[in-house]
């Protein structure tokens, strides 16, 4: 063992993993995310049981391990120095979309074309709201507040809180 917390760690992980089962690495907020050649291969219980290991799971081709913030940064750093290989953020998603298959593939498609749509109407909603709210005499502010239980409904009420702050 060394001095150093997270290069323990990240030897751990390493030889717990394989460093020739590990395609690549990167890690979001939380989680150390490894492009793994054969998730099988990998012990689970003796990953969750290295220090600050919150926990594992497989998800469209990558192996997550859960370490929390700040924590996982430290660990990525000390494994970058390990020479395990990194691409960058854009290639993995690449990866993990290649890797979905079905039902999950069409959900994603799904999702990258409706959020956009969502986004725009959203924005249109909200400039509109804000045109109708500056009618005089608070006859805007009267339409506005007919409307709000449709925008509960439709679950677009939060537009209310972008456009009490602006205001």
């Not at 590990?22 to 907020?29: E, N, R």
């Not at 498609?109 to 909200?126: A, C, Q, R, S, Y």
Request: glycine letters at 8%; a negative charge; hydrophobic letters at 45%.
């Amino acid at each position: 063992m060394t001095n150093n917390k997270y290069h323990d760690i990240a030897s751990e992980i390493l030889e717990i993993v394989g460093p020739d089962n590990i395609v690549s690495a990167i890690h979001c907020a939380t989680r150390l995310r490894l492009i793994v050649k054969d998730k099988d291969k990998i012990d689970t219980k003796a990953i969750e049981k290295v220090d600050e290991v919150k926990g594992t799971f497989f998800n469209s081709g990558q192996y997550q391990i859960i370490l929390g913030t700040g924590i996982v940064n430290k660990v990525f750093e000390e494994l970058e120095a390990m020479n395990v290989s990194t691409i960058d953020k854009s290639q993995q998603d690449e990866y993990v979309k290649s890797q979905e298959k079905g039902i999950k593939a069409l959900m994603r498609t799904l999702g990258d074309i409706v959020v956009p749509i969502v986004h725009w109407l959203e924005t249109i909603l909200i400039a509109v709201t804000q045109a109708v709210m500056n009618i005089p005499f608070g006859i805007g502010g009267f339409f506005v507040g007919a409307t709000y239980p449709l925008a509960v409904i439709t679950g677009l009420h939060h537009m209310y809180v972008v456009i009490e702050t602006s205001l």
